[in-house]
């Protein structure tokens, strides 16, 4: 059933499928279509276990401590520790939210959740690849597209979402007139800033941005100027040379060559690229664990890493990812030029060479 975000809380009678009702009140809260896939996927699951357990059972509503701990229990063995974790989080989740709008009557997770053993892993042992590894998966991607995805996420730790939201606007580079027939005029943040890319913290999923809607969020809490290095200057005119005339006014940088053709390329389409040529790899296997994977998210893990290492300038690196460090973040807006762009042309890894 639908709900109404302006309407009273419903009588829980009134409430025929709390998931439902739980995943809708989760959309109009701004939950991405990924995160409210998972919950549907986990609570699901849970529901169908409760049912089988019990042929009289109404499923998620008859669900009290026991069938909760026997449900963590069945996962064992088949996920990983800190997924059994998360997948009673989304559990716990649900409950104490239906629970406190009223729709039903307590949470049966909470002190399971207490005894459980299982943790979330916020961060999890990762393939280790070297620099030399990942210029070697770079040169197995020949598609300008894919290719240029791949690096942009390598080179500035950006998101799959920050990355599907840049339009050209975003993108400063010089002589472009010269070596292709494309023309643009980049943000007044970037005056001053030669080669660079600017990553908002603005886009937001739903909200209308550069006049179009977004399917996808930003995450990070500031604004954020990330130098282009001449290779990856080299990626972006090789994907703007073939790069198809976009659907939307905004312009997006990055567009889709398939079945979309010339509308932004999406987050699921980014997941793709990296998944296909990960297995390709040996990067990636079904059913495997961030441990053995290679994701989008792995290259902002290996950006962190290797530019860390590199120049031992932790907030450096904080800046260039858009993470919350206030008292530095202020000091390196006001000194782009001087220490956060040299630092990074000196420091950079190249991925194509």
């Known amino acids: 059933m639908a709900t109404d975000p302006h309407a009273r809380d419903p009588d829980p009678a009134d409430v025929d499928d709390p998931i439902a009702y739980f995943l809708e009140d989760q959309r109009y809260h701004g939950k991405s279509e990924r995160t409210l896939e998972a919950y549907d996927r986990v609570l699901h699951r849970f529901d169908a276990f409760v049912r089988e357990r019990f042929d009289d059972a109404d499923g998620v509503r008859d669900a009290d401590r026991r069938e909760c701990m026997a449900w963590v229990h069945s996962l064992r063995g088949e996920f990983e520790p800190s997924t059994i974790a998360t997948y009673a989080s989304y559990l716990n989740r649900f409950y104490d939210y239906m629970n406190r709008v009223g729709v039903l009557e307590e949470n049966p997770m909470g002190l399971v959740m207490e005894e459980m053993s299982e943790s979330i892993d916020t961060d ?19 598609h300008p597209l894919e290719r240029a995805v791949v690096a942009t996420l390598l080179k500035t730790g950006m998101r799959v979402g920050e990355l599907c939201n840049l339009d050209l606007r975003d993108l400063r580079l010089e002589g472009v007139d010269t070596a292709l027939d494309l023309e643009w005029s980049s943000r007044v943040q970037l005056d001053r800033r030669p080669a660079s890319l600017f990553v908002s913290a603005e886009p937001a999923r739903g909200v209308s941005i550069n006049g179009e809607t977004r399917t996808a969020s930003n995450k990070r809490k500031r604004d954020t100027v990330v130098p282009v290095d001449d290779e990856l200057r080299r990626v972006f005119l090789e994907w703007l040379a073939i790069r198809p005339d976009p659907v ?15 509308q932004r390329l999406e987050p699921s389409d980014v997941r793709y690229i990296v998944k296909k040529h990960a297995r390709e790899h040996g990067w990636y296997r079904t059913g495997g664990g961030t441990a053995e994977n290679v994701t989008p998210h792995y290259f902002r893990h290996f950006f962190t890493t290797h530019l860390r290492d590199r120049t031992g300038d932790r907030g450096i690196v904080q800046y260039l990812r858009g993470d919350v460090a206030s008292d ?5 807006t006001h000194n782009w030029g001087d220490r956060v762009r040299e630092t990074y042309l000196e420091s950079i890894y190249a991925v194509t060479e």
């Open 328 to 332: 530095v973040i202020d000091t390196y």
């Open 124 to 142: 999890p042992t990762r393939r280790d690849v070297s620099v030399p590894e990942m210029q070697s998966f770079v040169a197995s991607i020949t």
């Open 248 to 262: 939307s006014e905004a312009r997006p940088l990055f567009l889709d060559t398939g079945d979309s053709w010339g």
